[in-house]
Structure formats: structure tokens, C-alpha cells
């Protein structure tokens, strides 16, 4: 089963954080920032692999 984008870059996250140990929610908060902070294009690009996010990648600024 093929997830849909979104769920594809929360599960690449979620298995980045999978052995953070936070103490309470504003560590868990910023270490689901500073994984957020790290999504480049070209890494998104890879973990959804789709042409039309492709697309709106090589127009995106961010």
C-alpha cells in the first residue's frame, strides 16, 4: 500500500525520533522542529517520489 505524501515524510520523521527519550513535550516539540528544519528539497523529493511534488518543488522558495 502506497501512502500518500505527507504520510510518507511523517513516517521518515517519526523513525528519526524513534529513539528520543524527551522528558516532556517541549523537548519532543523541539526535536520534531529541528527534524523539520532539516527537510530539504531534494530530500522530500526522495521520500515521496512523485512527479507532481517534483514539480512543485523546482517552483517552490523555501
Do not use: H, T
Request: charged share 25%; no cysteine.
Amino acid at each position: 500500500m502506497v501512502l500518500n505524501p505527507i504520510e510518507q515524510v511523517w513516517q521518515y520523521i517519526k523513525r528519526r525520533l524513534r529513539w528520543l527519550l524527551p522528558k516532556n513535550l517541549d523537548e519532543l516539540r523541539a526535536a520534531l522542529y529541528a527534524e523539520i528544519g532539516k527537510l530539504s528539497k531534494p530530500i522530500i523529493a526522495s521520500i515521496a517520489r512523485r512527479q507532481y511534488i517534483l514539480v512543485a518543488l523546482s517552483v517552490a522558495s523555501f
